[in-house]
């Protein structure tokens, strides 16, 4: 075996190990320039750029006496939701609050329930509001086709939309300001050009769309898991303009647990990857935008930031380096191992200084969860089995009205003969669980496999290196590793207590 593996070694690993080691580094530049000219960019806009207001013509909506409210445009709401048990009326209730004139407003909720209790209640809130006089519309469809692009595309195709301007689209845990609609609308009513107005994330986005520019796009497609950026890339290249606020704010709410958020950023990884590999020949074909927006809507927006981003951060850090350990014939540049990463980390913290003694959590996390972007990545490349899988995150409403005061408390598991018992947030979920033998047991949805074992990997190639190395890279390896251990059983996260 050690005669095979020497023979194997020198011809065939040590060679192949430094093209990939060229060929991240090469990405880790890409990534690196991108990050810097992004730096700058943000930078100059912080201390040089106008406001949109200023950029743009803005103008507060006046009376007319004449007009009345007629003046004022015309506006639907969409309001998407699937089993939204937690935060529906929280959605609707800030739908209805929107502050414009009642006659010229339309709010949709597009119910794609499967629950009927919930079904029921989403329609009974519906009701109610109705009844204070709010135009209201409950629409429900046959089928979940197309999921939330389908429920979007359906819902625009109401005979009342067509007395519509605008339209606003809001997540059922989205809650917007009441002068939402009276801060973004003069920046369509004025600037004929512009597309969309979208507010600023809050761990979130929300914004206003012109009918007209989202119609001439193709309208919402169903092709994707990112249907949202389907249409901004297709609008895009129509020539339309966006315009960012940065100072209008729209709360909702972050994936509560780390299921929730896996499957969240398996979406938003695996779409825009998918998309990219859909579109990437209908932007170049595309006349009425130049040759340089084309390039930068290939290479920046979905090449490095989309797709080299995930895989650099997980094959670079997470495989090869560690494995530089084991070959020490392979050797990384100090610039590409250490002065590359800390530079990119630390343009990216720039805009969280608030969270800067987190930044070596934030870096672990980071890593551990580039592995199942860059395997989302490659499944929306290769249209594989999950490309257009849509779980719906869920939600769990006004978590502060709920605990009465309490804290949140961490997750208590107890392994019974037969049940997992967890205390979730609602309820006191059972998983029952397969056995292989009589002391063995698969839990559902809490041991990650791939994460132990990129785990068990970083831990061997720190001992390798404290035994044997060179490197002295094993203090990052023990803590990546140790990260990956405590996401490959679940434990990451809170779980809200059910009384």
Wanted: glycine share 6%; charged share 20%.
């Amino acid at each position: 075996m050690g005669l095979m593996w020497q023979q194997t070694k020198a011809p065939l690993i040590v060679p192949l190990l430094k093209l990939l080691v060229y060929l991240c580094l090469a990405l880790s530049i890409m990534l690196f320039v991108e990050r810097v000219y992004m730096g700058i960019v943000i930078v100059w806009l912080k201390l040089f750029g106008r406001k949109p207001e200023k950029r743009y013509k803005w103008e507060a909506m006046k009376d007319d006496v004449e007009l009345g409210n007629s003046a004022y445009p015309m506006v639907l709401v969409q309001i998407p939701m699937y089993n939204e048990k937690e935060v529906y009326q929280l959605s609707i209730g800030a739908a209805c609050g929107l502050s414009w004139p009642s006659d010229r407003i339309t709010i949709q909720v597009l119910d794609d329930s499967t629950d009927p209790t919930i079904k029921d209640l989403v329609e009974l809130e519906c009701q109610r509001w109705a009844s204070k006089g709010i135009n209201i519309k409950y629409e429900i469809r046959d089928s979940r086709n197309g999921y939330k692009a389908g429920a979007l595309k359906e819902g625009m195709k109401h005979s009342y939309v067509k007395q519509c301007d605008y339209v606003a689209i809001f997540d059922a845990d989205f809650e917007p300001e009441p002068d939402f609609l009276w801060r973004t609308i003069p920046f369509l009513v004025h600037n004929p050009d512009i597309a969309l107005v979208q507010a600023r994330w809050k761990f979130g986005t929300a914004g206003v769309w012109r009918i007209s520019a989202l119609n001439e796009a193709g309208g919402w497609k169903d092709r994707t898991t990112v249907e949202d950026m389907d249409l901004a890339v297709r609008a895009s290249l129509k020539g339309w303009k966006f315009v960012y606020v940065g100072d209008l704010k729209v709360k909702n709410e972050l994936p509560s647990t780390f299921k929730a958020y896996r499957y969240q950023q398996h979406r938003w990884s695996c779409g825009p990857a998918n998309l990219f590999k859909k579109m990437v020949g209908e932007i170049m074909r595309t006349k009425k935008v130049t040759l340089w927006k084309k390039l930068y809507v290939i290479y920046s927006f979905f090449f490095v930031r989309k797709i080299v981003a995930h895989i650099v951060t997980f094959v670079f850090y997470c495989v090869l380096l560690p494995a530089t350990v084991l070959f020490p014939e392979v050797e990384v540049p100090k610039w590409g191992a250490v002065y590359i990463p800390s530079i990119i980390t630390l343009l990216n913290a720039v805009g969280t200084p608030r969270s800067l003694h987190l930044l070596v959590f934030w870096i672990l996390f980071e890593n551990v969860m580039s592995l199942h972007r860059t395997k989302a990545t490659f499944i929306g490349l290769l249209e594989a089995g999950r490309v257009n899988e849509w779980v719906v995150t869920e939600k769990l409403g006004d978590v502060k009205s709920k605990l009465g005061g309490k804290t949140l408390k961490k997750p208590r598991i107890r392994i019974g003969e037969r049940y997992v018992l967890v205390q979730c947030s609602r309820l006191i979920v059972r998983e029952r669980f397969r056995f292989k033998s009589r002391s063995h047991y698969l839990i559902v949805n809490r041991v990650h496999v791939l994460e132990l074992g990129v785990g068990a990997y970083l831990f061997l190639c720190g001992c390798y290196d404290v035994a044997f190395g060179k490197n002295h890279y094993f203090i990052y390896l023990f803590l990546q590793s140790i990260a990956f251990f405590v996401a490959g059983v679940g434990y990451v996260g809170t779980f809200v207590p059910n009384s």
